[in-house]
């Protein structure tokens, strides 16, 4: 187990699609997070899982957006009729502690 | 609402020479910081962290230096090397109900010229 692992790396989709992208925690890592980066501004929070609860979810997550973590393991951050502005590098993090992040390498989405 | 602010974008430093990299922050209620390195097309990195309790933390050629009252910290590279070129980025842990979250800055891009 080498760190978090992000899937797919790049994604370019038409606007009105839906695009799934999967994260890989360390395995015993128990906290998921997930952010958004933008060009020229650090990550954002967006949501974060302990275990398989979802325990907070930023006002920037609309309705558009879903995450789910059903095992307490993997977890899938979708999004739905995918707008322009929802073009953004999307992180995902995990922890053991409340304190210390790792993070994944990313995707990068692109809508067209 | 910026919590955390990184004011200079980027920061040019001749290799072998100090890089200071500094940060605000406005909530009095962050009680831990960290700092993390990133590369083009990586994700971030850990680099060094500090509490509120403490006023420097040091790892090898990486120091951090928090002024609690000015609600400011920085970071010291000596000696900055090539290899340090990246984009740094300043984030505050703060507890939100039963979990922590870190709020980031928008990163200083630093490059250390050979």
Redesign the interface.
């Given at each position: 187990d080498t760190g978090?692992s992000?899937d797919p790396r790049h994604k370019i989709t038409k606007r009105g699609q839906n695009v799934t992208f999967r994260c890989d925690p360390i395995s015993e890592h128990n906290?998921l997070?997930w952010?958004r980066q933008t060009l020229?501004?650090?990550?954002?929070?967006l949501t974060?899982f302990?275990n398989e609860a979802q325990?907070?979810k930023s006002r920037l997550l609309s309705d558009r957006f879903s995450a789910e973590r059903p095992k307490g393991s993997f977890s899938t951050l979708e999004i739905q009729r995918t707008e322009q502005g929802d073009s953004a590098m999307y992180?995902c993090?995990s922890s053991l502690t409340?304190?210390?992040?790792?993070?994944?390498?990313?995707t990068?989405l692109t809508v067209v | 609402d910026q919590q955390?602010k990184?004011n200079s974008?980027s920061l040019s430093v001749q290799e072998g020479r100090i890089s200071i990299l500094n940060c605000d922050y406005t909530n009095s209620m962050f009680d831990?910081f960290?700092w993390?390195k990133k590369y083009p097309?990586?994700?971030?990195?850990?680099l060094i962290?500090i509490s509120s309790i403490k006023d420097k933390n040091e790892d090898g050629r990486f120091t951090v230096f928090l002024n609690k009252s000015a609600k400011h910290l920085s970071l010291h590279i000596v000696p900055s090397q090539p290899g340090d070129s990246a984009v740094y980025?300043c984030?505050a842990?703060v507890?939100?109900?039963?979990?922590?979250?870190?709020?980031?800055?928008?990163?200083t891009r630093l490059l250390v010229r050979p």
């Open positions: 978090v992000q906290r997070y952010y020229g501004q650090g990550p954002e929070f974060y302990q325990l907070e992180l993090a409340e304190r210390g992040y790792t993070f994944g390498s990313g990068r | 955390v990184q974008p831990y960290l993390y097309a990586e994700g971030p990195t850990f962290s980025f984030a842990s507890r939100v109900d039963s979990s922590y979250k870190l709020i980031f800055g928008s990163g």
